[in-house]
């Protein structure tokens, strides 16, 4: 497969003030489309070159391959990344199912956004603050640079990019309201639903 940049399912300025127009035009434009530039590069030649996007994440992980880790990996998480947010999207109020699992798997929203925001504060570095299903139950990890939750055997469901780029124009150093306002006033939970369901 080649990987293509998709438009974003919003306008430039439709998560603000959350998240600017001129963060979205640097992170989608330039930097997803970089991934998608250097990951085509990398994937030419390449056996995995006709695999889906899971399937590369996993085999390149499992090959120790960075470069495909890191440019496909960030593909696959952006692809999300953008369908994660919504003007208006945050708070507790989520289809059912899937805030029944938050309660009996994490105990319930606030601590599930509590554990979620330190998860992304405390992943030292570039990385992703993650909610995923690892054997049927949902859990919060977090990853290093561009690995996601499919290379450590689990399936996404909701991530929050941490690298600089994805809130230093609006947010400073300031990641932890950053992943505040994240999870208060951005996430798309119909989204997550989706994924959610496939997952388990």
Same mark, same amino acid.
């Given at each position: ?13 439709? $998560? ?23 990951? #085509? ?108 939750? $499919? ?21 400073? #150093?300031?990641?932890?309201?950053? $992943? ?7 996430? #798309? ?12």
């Amino acid at each position: 497969m080649t990987l293509e940049l998709p438009a974003l399912p919003y306008d430039y300025d439709a $998560l603000a003030p959350y998240m600017s127009r001129e963060t979205l035009e640097f992170h989608h434009d330039k930097h997803h489309q970089a991934y998608v530039t250097k990951g #085509n590069e990398l994937l030419e030649g390449s056996p995995l070159k006709g695999k889906s996007l899971e399937e590369i994440c996993k085999a390149a992980y499992d090959e120790k391959n960075a470069g495909l880790i890191n440019n496909v990996g960030q593909h696959y998480n952006h692809l999300h990344f953008w369908q994660w947010m919504k003007k208006g999207g945050g708070g507790s109020k989520m289809p059912g199912a899937l805030e029944k699992a938050i309660n009996s798997d994490l105990g319930g929203f606030d601590k599930f956004k509590a554990d979620f925001v330190a998860a992304g504060v405390g992943q030292f570095g570039s990385g992703w603050a993650w909610l995923a299903v690892k054997n049927g139950k949902l859990e919060i990890m977090k990853t290093p640079n561009g690995e996601n939750p $499919l290379m450590h055997g689990a399936s996404p469901v909701l991530g929050c990019d941490v690298w600089e780029h994805s809130y230093y124009i609006d947010y400073r #150093n300031a990641r932890p309201k950053y $992943l505040e306002a994240f999870v208060d006033n951005l996430i #798309n939970w119909d989204h997550v639903a989706e994924m959610y369901e496939k997952a388990v």
